[in-house]
């Protein structure tokens, strides 16, 4: 791969990676306090017949479902709480992307000449190199996701002040230091297996959508049209792969979350996954994963096809 396409590949990624942030930062706020272990609200329950037959109020603690989040985000915080964090995670998803659309790309071109051509093997291969390739990324933007959680974390009634990425900056340094930054970075790299699936789901997926085109390319039909429905195809393939891949490694997009939560008694991944389990139960490990999949289809579809789209555009 000569050094223009690595660049197309590094442009592509980055544009497709933040054009998904923006589109579903709101989602992504809801997802990550559903995820927190601070979610539970408390709703007030009226109970009659008592010994001195007054009434009691007694409240108990539930659970909120994605709709019940947004709806007391906007009324307590307002619409602008729902791009909390979006600055840090722009910062942070264009070089990451970047660096593994790149990577990806560039090993997947070279594996072509040694296995058979766009195969399991090398789809597979090609995304755990790249993925190895971001750990250097994920290890380089970890105190920019880690602030970016904090900042979606923090709830405040309208009106007040709200933390700025700067003093979350300050406060994390104050009570941690230096590996306070680093919080939920075991959790990122248990992360890598997500995308790996990922790509060899997409890849096949996409595979079989070309030999469709090419067994039909008889039909004269029109090209515009043809190529408008190979993006639309590119779309689904992403949503499809992605829905998959994030069904099976969910769980540790909750861990970390609970990682990078200031003042958590959580502290390593196994201790985390553990306690999970036995103070929450199994159905912990897969808290928000309703809101996660409504972001994460279209964030993906979205990311890829404009990755698919600008490297189109600039190959010509």
């Given at each position: 791969?000569?050094?223009?396409?690595?660049?197309?590949?590094?442009?592509?990624?980055?544009?497709?990676?933040?054009?998904?942030?923006?589109?579903?930062?709101?989602?992504?706020?809801?997802?990550?306090?559903?995820?927190?272990?601070?979610?539970?609200?408390?709703?007030?329950?009226?109970?009659?017949?008592?010994?001195?037959?007054?009434?009691?109020?007694?409240?108990?603690?539930?659970?909120?479902?994605?709709?019940?989040?947004?709806?007391?985000?906007l009324q307590k915080e307002g619409?602008?709480?729902?791009?909390?964090?979006?600055?840090?995670?722009?910062?942070?998803?264009?070089?990451?992307?970047?660096?593994?659309?790149?990577?990806?790309?560039?090993?997947?071109?070279?594996?072509?000449?040694?296995?058979?051509?766009?195969?399991?093997?090398?789809?597979?291969?090609?995304?755990?190199?790249?993925?190895?390739?971001?750990?250097?990324?994920?290890?380089?933007?970890?105190?920019?996701?880690?602030?970016?959680?904090?900042?979606?974390?923090?709830?405040?009634?309208?009106?007040?002040?709200?933390?700025?990425?700067?003093?979350?900056?300050?406060?994390?340094?104050?009570?941690?230091?230096?590996?306070?930054?680093?919080?939920?970075?075991?959790?990122?790299?248990?992360?890598?297996?997500?995308?790996?699936?990922?790509?060899?789901?997409?890849?096949?997926?996409?595979?079989?959508?070309?030999?469709?085109?090419?067994?039909?390319?008889m039909d004269n039909e029109d090209?515009?049209?043809?190529?408008?429905?190979?993006?639309?195809?590119?779309?689904?393939?992403?949503?499809?792969?992605?829905?998959?891949?994030?069904?099976?490694?969910?769980?540790?997009?909750?861990?970390?979350?609970?990682?990078?939560?200031?003042?958590?008694?959580?502290?390593?991944?196994?201790?985390?996954?553990?306690?999970?389990?036995?103070?929450?139960?199994?159905?912990?490990?897969?808290?928000?994963?309703?809101?996660?999949?409504?972001?994460?289809?279209?964030?993906?579809?979205?990311?890829?096809?404009?990755?698919?789209?600008?490297?189109?555009?600039?190959d010509g």
């Amino acid at each position: 791969m000569s050094q223009r396409d690595t660049l197309v590949h590094l442009f592509a990624g980055g544009c497709g990676g933040t054009v998904g942030a923006i589109l579903t930062c709101p989602l992504e706020v809801v997802k990550t306090r559903l995820q927190s272990s601070s979610v539970t609200f408390y709703i007030s329950e009226v109970h009659l017949d008592t010994v001195n037959g007054a009434t009691v109020n007694r409240v108990t603690r539930v659970s909120p479902g994605p709709l019940h989040c947004l709806k007391m985000i906007l009324q307590k915080e307002g619409p602008r709480s729902l791009f909390r964090g979006l600055g840090p995670n722009l910062v942070g998803v264009a070089p990451s992307r970047a660096i593994y659309f790149a990577a990806y790309s560039n090993c997947k071109e070279k594996l072509n000449s040694i296995f058979n051509p766009d195969s399991t093997q090398v789809h597979m291969v090609s995304a755990g190199v790249a993925g190895i390739y971001c750990f250097t990324a994920i290890t380089t933007t970890n105190p920019i996701w880690l602030v970016k959680t904090r900042l979606q974390l923090d709830a405040r009634n309208r009106g007040e002040r709200r933390m700025s990425a700067f003093e979350c900056v300050r406060k994390v340094y104050r009570s941690d230091g230096i590996k306070g930054f680093y919080r939920g970075m075991s959790a990122s790299y248990a992360g890598i297996s997500e995308t790996v699936i990922h790509f060899v789901i997409y890849e096949s997926i996409k595979r079989k959508l070309l030999e469709y085109k090419t067994a039909s390319a008889m039909d004269n039909e029109d090209e515009a049209a043809k190529e408008a429905s190979d993006f639309v195809g590119m779309m689904m393939a992403a949503a499809t792969s992605k829905t998959c891949a994030t069904s099976i490694a969910y769980p540790h997009e909750v861990v970390r979350t609970r990682l990078r939560e200031e003042g958590t008694k959580y502290r390593s991944f196994f201790q985390t996954l553990s306690l999970l389990v036995r103070e929450e139960g199994y159905g912990s490990l897969y808290r928000g994963l309703t809101t996660h999949l409504v972001r994460q289809i279209p964030n993906t579809a979205i990311m890829m096809s404009t990755y698919e789209a600008v490297v189109y555009l600039l190959d010509g």
